[in-house]
């Protein structure tokens, strides 16, 4: 999540034809506008949804197609005319491979990926990428959870940084890109992408719902048969469910599984959920 304004609608249009010259599909009931959970922007459905079957299956809402998935692989691809094998092989940990191919795209006078940057802020959302008033206040909104936390992500920016300057010297000169370019692209890594067996993968459009662990309502990521097609579907607690005018799409970001310190939780998505509380 994050405080920065929310990608216009002419933004999401074009995010939404992009899908569709694709193959795939975003409910046309679906907007990007002000949550109503959260102070930041969110996926809110502008009319009911009901419990209904489609083309693209039971409660479906979006349908990505792989191809328009960002991730390591396609990084590696993306990079591989401008860096060495070698170049590719050092930025491959932690997700600096893809930090730096978002990066690179985004400084491209037309790149395919645009429609997807377009979504992306300016200022990632995580924790460590906060102004440092902008940091302070949202850890004294969390009270006893946040402490300990501004240390934390002290520490976590400057290692970031210290590695965005290294990687900006070795490979900036290639690429075009500054110190600057590259931390924005991990922080975006950081917030927006799924890991998993090593890997990042990025999803546009499904990346832009908010978390819940208890109130989640689109089901986890499922790649249909023919594996050509990843599917955002509305249920809860495992049920189809309507979607009422209004009301949010969130997803179960698993964080406390992924960051048991709430101090890591908040430097790598900028917020520290309720279930820190129990």
């Avoid at 949550?35 to 079957?53: K, M, N």
């Avoid at 039971?58 to 060495?84: F, H, M, N, W, Y």
């Avoid at 460590?128 to 402490?147: E, K, V, Y």
Wanted: glycine share 8%.
């Amino acid at each position: 999540m994050n405080a920065n304004l929310p990608p216009t609608l002419r933004t999401l249009t074009k995010l939404s034809q992009w899908f569709s010259a694709h193959g795939g599909w975003i409910h046309p009931a679906l907007t990007v506008g002000q949550s109503p959970l959260y102070s930041c922007r969110g996926v809110i459905s502008t009319e009911d949804i009901p419990i209904t079957e489609s083309a693209f299956g039971q409660q479906a809402v979006i349908l990505l197609p792989t191809a328009l998935e960002v991730t390591d692989a396609v990084a590696k691809d993306g990079l591989s005319g401008r860096l060495s094998s070698s170049s590719l092989q050092a930025l491959q940990a932690n997700g600096w491979l893809l930090a730096t191919f978002l990066a690179y795209e985004r400084h491209k006078s037309a790149s395919f990926w645009q429609p997807y940057l377009e979504t992306i802020p300016a200022r990632p959302s995580t924790g460590w990428s906060l102004r440092t008033q902008d940091a302070a206040h949202a850890l004294r909104q969390l009270g006893s959870l946040g402490q300990g936390c501004k240390a934390h992500i002290k520490t976590r920016h400057k290692q970031y940084d210290m590695a965005a300057q290294k990687y900006a010297r070795q490979f900036g000169k290639a690429l075009g890109l500054t110190a600057s370019d590259m931390l924005w692209g991990f922080g975006t890594v950081h917030s927006r992408a799924y890991v998993g067996q090593d890997a990042h993968r990025m999803f546009p459009m499904i990346d832009l719902c908010n978390h819940s662990q208890h109130a989640a309502n689109v089901e986890g990521i499922r790649l249909l048969n023919d594996a050509t097609y990843v599917r955002a579907t509305i249920k809860y607690q495992g049920h189809p469910a309507t979607l009422p005018a209004g009301h949010e799409l969130l997803l179960d970001y698993g964080a406390r599984q992924t960051y048991p310190s709430p101090c890591d939780c908040f430097s790598n998505y900028g917020f520290i959920p309720e279930e820190y509380n129990v």
